[in-house]
């Protein structure tokens, strides 16, 4: 078995060696050098350069190192990717990273709930000023996206007590969140919100979605949490909603450069939160192991999940 693997930004050689301890003895791994169009019968990337994703006779299926496949999806429509539509593209599931996602977005909503933020500012004002404890009963929390790491956040939020609702592109009859979906359910899950959690793959159905008309449907003072794409938030209007009261701050894990540019004016807005990217960070063991249980799973004919809809992007 020959399986190319492109260049992960941490420590490639240490990321290879864990797949490989998941593989029988005797496949050949091997990290991807620009020119190397040698026959591989799987390819695991992410963020690949187009000229990596060129139509190789005998490829079986490419994974895609992480659960978002827009990078991957971006690299396709070069002129340089000439992958046949017949390779599966696969995403990770999961993969450590959904523990990881609900922390992040459980510790958000409650530091700002909490008012912990008010609480600092008093501490550096060396005032001891007690604040109204708010009621999670009352508090309406809305997650855009309710795919396995939607789903999960949804589901600690209801745990502690706040009414959780979601927002999904298909209807989840199965799921214990309420959910709209569709275009038609956009305004009723919107309506009242204090909290919006954007998880939503991005496509060209999704970039800029985060926009002034979305904030002005939301309870006024609602705060926006966002941890899927940069390119979902349209940044000028996220700053006007603020200023303007319509929305009381945003906590954003991703932008849409990245890194932020000092001169950003996020960097600047004190009810703006920023973390690099880091919500939810691939762990190499489970990322690998599932990526080797899926790959001996297709050698023996087996159905797989994770299978990209490219007509969907996700």
């Known amino acids: ?11 490639a050689a240490a990321w290879m060696r ?26 695991i990337t992410r963020n690949p350069s187009p000229e990596l994703l060129i139509d190789r006779p005998g490829l079986q299926a490419v994974f895609n190192l992480g659960a978002g496949v827009d990078g991957l999806m971006q690299a396709l429509q070069h002129p340089a990717a000439t992958l046949s539509d017949h390779v599966p593209l696969i995403r990770l599931e999961d993969a450590g990273m959904a523990s990881q996602m609900v922390d992040y977005v459980v510790h958000a909503v409650l ?8 609480y600092e500012a008093s501490r550096r004002m060396g005032q001891w000023t007690p604040l109204p404890a708010p009621d999670k009963g009352a508090v309406e929390i809305g997650i855009l996206g309710l795919g396995l790491l939607g789903t999960q956040v949804a589901q600690a939020l209801q745990a ?6 979601g927002w999904s592109r298909q209807p989840k009859p199965h799921n ?8 038609e359910g956009m305004a009723t899950f919107l309506t009242g919100l204090d909290y919006l959690v954007n998880l939503l793959p991005l496509t060209p159905d999704t970039e800029n979605i985060l926009n002034k008309k979305m904030f002005q449907q939301l309870a006024r003072g609602a705060y926006l949490i966002n941890v899927a794409r940069g390119a979902h938030l ?3 209007d996220l700053l006007s909603a603020i200023q303007s ?10 932008t849409r450069t990245e890194p932020l540019p000092t001169e ?15 919500s939810a960070v691939n762990l190499m063991e489970p990322c690998m192991k599932q990526i080797a249980g899926k790959i001996l799973a297709l050698s023996r004919g087996e159905l797989i999940a994770g299978v990209v809809d490219r007509s969907r992007g996700y």
């Not at 502690?160 to 609702?165: D, P």
């Not at 950003?264 to 880091?278: D, L, N, Q």
Request: proline share 7%.
């Open 1 to 11: 078995m020959e399986i190319l693997f492109y260049a992960y930004p941490h420590n």
């Open 160 to 165: 502690l007590g706040f009414k959780v609702r």
């Open 234 to 236: 349209v940044e000028d």
């Open 111 to 118: 530091h700002h709930h909490r008012r912990f933020d008010d």
């Open 18 to 43: 864990s797949l490989a301890s998941h593989l029988p003895n005797g496949t050949h791994i091997r990290l991807w050098q620009p020119g190397d169009n040698a026959h591989a019968d799987h390819l």
């Open 264 to 278: 950003h004016a996020f960097w600047r807005e004190p009810r703006i939160s920023i973390t690099p990217h880091i």
């Open 245 to 254: 009261g319509d929305l009381s701050g945003a906590r954003l894990d991703v």
């Open 176 to 183: 214990d969140v309420p959910c709209q979906s569709g275009a």
